[in-house]
């Protein structure tokens, strides 16, 4: 990369992007972005319609209907994006799901659906991306863990939804380690307090609103795109040097 040219870094032109949770919200908008800066994007979700309607809107992108905890449907997916160009140069694990806030409430069934797609699926994910990868060939990998999982947010968060976002940090790190040497790079991105499905609700009620901005140093929730710099920057060659590191993009709400 030369300094005369600093936006070459951030090109993805000829790269091969899977984005997992895409039908909507953040995921939705990373593969908009990872197809803007020229990769071909495998968009992959449950929501077969919300994709198609994605993909109508996003020249180039592949729409695929997956359940990333189904282990034959993961196979298909990495499978999918290394016949496009030989194995799979961006993965954003990013499906994900929310879980009740009161831990005295949460039973152990959904503790489990939780970990299961929010943390296990994601790396059995990353495992078959780099399993198919040819030994030559870099890769980077953004798993996208939230506030939640580096303070309490309570009365907003819950046990599970925790536990599987703080583990993710855990497991980029250590994944980072294993696969540096290999040029397959690790990191997490961790949004704070953004208006998407998963936080229905949370900017319409004042009460819940208004604490989203008391807690926030820019006085505020995160705004459309806001995030999508960030998951381009660890996607792409301009964070070629960067493995094993957290970025969060929340306003300052984990710097208080």
């Known amino acids: 990369m030369s300094l005369a040219q600093p936006f070459a870094a951030f090109d993805l032109t000829g790269r091969v992007a899977v984005v997992t949770g895409a039908s909507s919200g953040l995921g939705a908008g990373f593969a908009r972005t990872l197809a803007a800066a020229g990769a071909t994007v495998v968009a992959a979700a449950r ?92 890769a980077s990998i953004v798993n996208i863990s939230s506030v939640v999982g580096l303070v309490s947010t309570a009365p907003i968060g819950g046990a599970g939804y925790a536990a599987s976002k703080a583990a993710v940090i855990g497991v980029t790190r250590e994944l980072a380690g294993q696969w540096g040497r290999r040029g397959v790079r690790v990191n997490a991105l961790v949004p704070g307090w953004f208006d998407t499905e998963m936080t229905e609700g949370l900017f319409t009620n004042e009460k819940s609103a208004g604490w989203v901005r008391r807690n926030t140093i820019l006085g505020r929730g995160g705004r459309e795109g806001e995030v999508d710099g960030a998951l381009l920057f660890l996607a792409s060659e301009a964070s070629s040097y960067v493995t094993g590191q957290v970025l969060a993009v929340d306003g300052g709400w984990t710097a208080r």
């Open 47 to 138: 929501r077969v319609d919300r994709l198609a309607e994605l993909a109508a809107d996003v020249p180039g992108l592949v729409p695929l209907a997956c359940d990333v905890t189904v282990g034959a449907d993961r196979e298909r997916l990495v499978a999918t994006a290394a016949e496009i160009n030989g194995g799979v140069d961006v993965l954003v694990n990013n499906a994900g799901m929310p879980g009740p806030p009161d831990a005295l409430t949460e039973s152990e069934e959904e503790f489990g659906r939780i970990l299961d797609l929010n943390l296990t699926a994601g790396v059995r994910l990353a495992v078959e991306v780099v399993r198919a990868l040819p030994e030559d060939r870099a």
